[in-house]
């Protein structure tokens, strides 16, 4: 049987291997138990690049994905970042030790408990979860440095891209959601939006409105 520290080892190889070679997002990666964030039944899978189903039928995201993602944002300690789709909390978990402040939020209200007590239980006390349709993304705290979407749309939707500081980036997946979509990089610019192609991904779609746990 091999032990957990060979696998978190075998964990932080295959990130490198994909091409996350930024220092901090290595670190964080590497101090963000995943193990954490995954359902028990799948505890021993925590390491395995892979997404794995998470409650309401949702997942959480590829680790490798979400080490490319978090490095294309390139967060600074001065940003306050927006993630739509808190899913698990991983991600969150990851920004919050890069960040100044990360605001994240998820349409299932049972998943936005789960996490915020995860966030609490490991002191992670720069996270505000919160129950919303990320698609209109969070007026009351816009502008954002930067703003991440995990879940895809046809588009990037219009509220996420206004509520962007100048200077800001958004990484988002788009394209036909049952599909293979596209992860992209939006800066905003004074004098409007520069778009680049990063990779192909797969994302569960991102959908509108909100639910109550059953
Ligand atoms: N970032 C997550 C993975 C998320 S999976 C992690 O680290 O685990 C995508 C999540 O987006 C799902 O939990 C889904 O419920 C949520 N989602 C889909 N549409 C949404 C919307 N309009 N607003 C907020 N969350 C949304």
Redesign the pocket.
């Known amino acids: 049987m091999i032990n957990s520290a060979t696998l978190k080892m075998q964990f932080l190889f295959s990130l490198r291997k994909a091409g996350i070679v930024d220092r901090q997002v290595l670190q964080a990666m590497e101090r963000v138990d995943r193990k954490n964030?995954v359902n028990g039944v799948f505890s021993e899978k925590a390491y395995d690049d892979t997404p794995l189903p998470?409650a309401?039928g949702?997942?959480?995201?590829q680790p490798t994905v979400?080490g490319l993602m978090t490095q294309a944002l390139k967060v600074t300690q001065r940003d306050k970042v927006l993630?739509?789709?808190?899913?698990?909390?991983?991600?969150a978990a990851i920004l919050s030790l890069l960040a100044r402040r990360v605001y994240t939020?998820?349409?299932?209200s049972l998943?936005v408990h789960k996490a915020a007590k995860i966030f609490q239980k490991l002191n992670f006390n720069n996270i505000t979860t919160l129950l919303?349709?990320?698609?209109y993304g969070l007026e009351q705290q816009a502008p954002f440095d930067r703003i991440i979407v995990?879940?895809a749309s046809e588009d990037p939707p219009a509220p996420l891209l206004s509520q962007l500081k100048i200077g800001g980036i958004m990484i988002i997946p788009v394209g036909q959601s049952d599909n293979i979509q596209n992860l992209i990089k939006i800066v905003k610019t004074e004098g409007g939006y520069e778009y680049q192609d990063l990779q192909s991904v797969r994302?569960?779609p991102?959908?509108?409105g909100t639910e109550k746990e059953q």
């Open positions: 964030f998470i309401c949702q997942t959480i995201s979400v993630e739509v789709g808190t899913g698990s909390g991983y991600q939020v998820e349409r299932q998943l919303a349709d990320g698609g995990t879940a994302f569960v991102l959908v509108a």
